[in-house]
């Protein structure tokens, strides 16, 4: 672990080094990069570099290894985990300005880009062909193709189409040692020994640093329809969401929400979701039109066996945006209601997701903390937010009991602690509930052979 300050010494070489523009030093300059999207950590940086060339980064590697600092990738630090909060020794990398997309291959159906390139750019230049990038995680406005790749972020449409590692055909690299590699290619498939490019996807930055990526396009579907449900319980949503993955429907959406979110969206961004309503579904098809009315009739079908209060049916484009705009403001609405709002991550087997909400509700009568949740609910994979106040100490500790156990629970479902937001710092301590130890020492051992300096993003995952 890194433990000395570099010298003075050293800071001025790195200074000398490269042009102001490039290097952000003055205290004021690093609060921004001293935090994530996490509500509870905070560290500043030593200082932030803007690199303009590969050199840039094998020489601040360099420099960091002589210099007992270490580096952190940073892309738009939208990350949920705490996964880019600096070490006190930590150079941020910022590969923002790296944002231009540097070919589109219509034969292939490939899109190869920088990492800052943000999620929002890379689907819409997907889109001007009719192509479709389909990984939408909820921040794709600001967040880049690299942080998604560094997180393995994933979203509204990952029930049917997979979340960003179904995209990523290649990687170009720099390990910590400076070399540079190229990772993947082309192809649809590939089967030449282990799939090193995968080891990357999901790293949160402690193995390697990202610099392009070949990303996967798709045919753009020709229509979409959305069904909004409403339950008078949350049990029967999520009883209703495990039936229709049972009677295998895979629409391209199948999102929840709780009685407490739906009130804040509501008060926050007006989308006319029913007030009497305990939960509601709103279930997303696409593909070609007469596909998409088969699998319509058909979840509609499913819905009716579980006695929904309400069901509606948005064809227009514009009551369908309205409908996914108001779930996508879920977080920005419900982080008004209270001082320290913490939004959790975990994922279990569809078939426990009724048993898994009503482990929640429990919980939280029995710590007495606020929890609301949302869901991407067809992929199991559920978003308690805990409404909390850093400043209460009392109600911290229940909130982090409460937690645990929601962790421990979805572990003893068969899940996991994260399904999207990774480990970073926020969760490594629950890490080793998921894995056995031998598994865990795997896990460390690789870090080892790729980073045997711990220079890039140390103390995230695990210690
Ligand atoms: C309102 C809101 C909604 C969100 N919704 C979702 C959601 O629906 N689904 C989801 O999965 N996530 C979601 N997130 C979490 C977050 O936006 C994603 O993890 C996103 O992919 C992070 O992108 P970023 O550019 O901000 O990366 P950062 O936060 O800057 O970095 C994320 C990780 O990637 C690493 N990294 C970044 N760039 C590189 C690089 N070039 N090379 C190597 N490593 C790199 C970092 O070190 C870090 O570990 C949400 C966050 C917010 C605030």
Redesign the pocket.
């Known amino acids: 672990m890194v433990s000395k300050e570099p010298t003075d010494e050293a800071l001025r070489s790195l200074i000398d080094h490269f042009p102001k523009s490039s290097l952000l030093i003055s205290k004021e300059d690093l609060i921004p990069y001293s935090f994530?999207?996490t509500a509870t950590f905070y560290q500043p940086p030593l200082a932030v570099l803007f690199p303009s060339s590969i050199a840039d980064i094998q020489w601040i590697l360099q420099w960091a290894k002589a210099n007992h600092a270490c580096i952190?990738?940073?892309?738009?630090?939208?990350?949920?985990?705490g996964?880019?909060v600096p070490q006190k020794n930590s150079i941020v990398?910022s590969?923002?300005k790296?944002n231009k997309i540097l070919e589109i291959d219509r034969n292939n159906l490939t899109i190869l880009v920088e990492?800052?390139v943000?999620?929002q750019s890379v689907q819409e230049e997907a889109d001007k062909l009719s192509l479709f990038y389909p990984p939408?995680?909820?921040?794709?406005k600001?967040?880049?193709?690299?942080?998604?790749?560094?997180?393995?972020?994933?979203?509204?449409r990952g029930l049917k189409y997979g979340?960003?590692r179904n995209y990523v055909l290649g990687l170009e690299?720099i390990l910590p040692t400076g070399q540079l590699l190229w990772l993947g290619n082309k192809c649809m498939k590939d089967s030449a020994g282990y799939s090193l490019k995968d080891l990357?996807i999901g790293?949160?930055?402690?193995l390697?640093?990202?610099?392009k990526v070949l990303l996967r396009l798709i045919p753009k579907p020709q229509e979409r329809q959305v069904i909004l449900a409403s339950f008078s319980t949350l049990e029967a949503a999520a009883e209703a969401t495990s039936a229709i993955i049972n009677a295998a429907l895979i629409p391209s959406a199948l999102e929840f929400l709780d009685r407490k979110t739906i009130d804040c969206i509501e008060q926050y961004n007006p989308a006319g979701f029913p007030k009497e309503s305990e939960a509601v579904l709103l279930i997303e098809s696409d593909g070609h039109p007469q596909a998409v009315r088969d699998e319509i009739v058909c979840i509609l079908k499913v819905l009716q066996l579980y006695n929904p209060l309400d069901i509606k049916i948005a064809e227009e484009p514009k009551d369908q945006e309205q409908l996914w705009k108001a779930r996508k403001v879920a977080?920005?609405a419900l982080a008004r209601k209270a001082p320290t709002v913490l939004?959790e991550?975990i994922t279990v087997p569809r078939s426990a997701l009724a048993e898994m909400i009503r482990k929640i509700q429990q919980i939280s009568s029995q710590y007495g903390v606020e929890i609301a949740v949302y869901a991407?609910m067809g992929d199991g994979n559920l978003h308690p937010v805990f409404l909390a106040d850093e400043q209460n100490e009392d109600l911290m500790e229940k909130v982090y009991r409460a937690m645990k156990e929601i962790f421990l629970y979805a572990i003893k479902l068969g899940g996991t602690i994260t399904?999207?937001?990774?480990v970073?710092l926020a969760k490594k301590e629950f890490l080793a509930y998921q894995y056995n130890k031998e598994e865990f020492q795997l896990l460390k051992s690789i870090k080892k052979i790729l980073d045997p300096d711990n220079l890039l993003?140390p103390g995230?995952i695990f210690d």
């Open positions: 994530d999207a952190l990738p940073r892309g738009s630090g939208t990350s949920l985990s996964a880019v990398l590969m923002a790296w990492p800052g943000t999620t939408d995680p909820g921040s794709y600001i967040s880049t193709i690299g942080g998604n790749v560094g997180h393995n972020s994933g979203g509204i979340v960003t690299v990357f790293s949160e930055g402690t390697g640093i990202v610099s977080f920005s939004l991550d991407h399904g999207e937001h990774g970073g993003n995230k």
